[in-house]
């Protein structure tokens, strides 16, 4: 088991989610009574489309585990 101890780890995996859940949203399914994962990424300060939005966040996925 793999354990969160840093704010940094945490909110990593945090943007890891926000970024699955985005996929999902695009693909075309919602979350019923919460805000979307766009309207949170965007309350984070993220701009653009959902497109553009994703492309940045598979970018900060590819730093965080080192991939290119």
Do not use: C, H
């Amino acid at each position: 088991m793999t354990m969160l101890t840093t704010p940094t780890q945490i909110e990593g995996a945090r943007l890891l989610t926000l970024r699955s859940m985005l996929k999902l949203e695009m693909k075309g399914m919602s979350r019923s009574r919460s805000p979307s994962a766009y309207s949170m990424l965007k309350q984070m300060g993220f701009k653009g489309t959902r497109e553009q939005v994703l492309a940045e966040l598979d970018a900060i996925r590819n730093e965080l585990i080192g991939k290119e």
